[in-house]
């Protein structure tokens, strides 16, 4: 089993920056990678970063190419998610959840196993 816990969201300006963590226990990241995701009221669940566990390479969607960076620190078995220049339209609750499949594209969130609580980010204009 493994239990994902995200931290760090919070109301923020725009143009503003904030850290996002995603810590797991029970069982590590190990050999998986991990993505976050978003969701805004009324909207889907939407991929944002994806970073692999190995080499690590990492993959963004457009829309936070640029501004967000992904990274992992395999000492504390802990993700993380740098937003800058955050925008109104980044607003939504964030989730972290470990990838189950290895093979294509990292922006399905049905390969996704374990997911965490989420946390709120709120970005005022």
């Known amino acids: 089993q493994v239990q994902l816990v995200e931290s760090g969201g919070g109301l923020v300006q725009a143009g503003g920056s904030l850290r996002l963590s995603c810590a797991a226990s029970g069982r590590t990241f190990s050999d998986y990678g991990v993505g976050w995701f978003r969701q805004a009221p009324g909207k889907e669940r939407e991929f944002v970063a994806h970073i692999s566990w190995g080499a690590p390479s990492t993959t963004y969607a457009d829309s936070v190419k640029g501004r967000f960076t992904i990274s992992r620190d395999n000492a504390k078995n802990t993700v993380y998610l740098r937003m800058n220049s955050l925008k109104p339209e980044d607003t939504a609750v964030y989730y972290c959840?470990?990838?189950?499949?290895?093979?294509?594209?990292?922006?399905?969130?049905?390969?996704?196993?374990?997911w965490g609580q989420g946390t709120q980010v709120t970005v005022s204009s």
């Open positions: 959840a470990r990838r189950a499949r290895i093979a294509g594209p990292p922006d399905n969130r049905f390969d996704y196993d374990y």
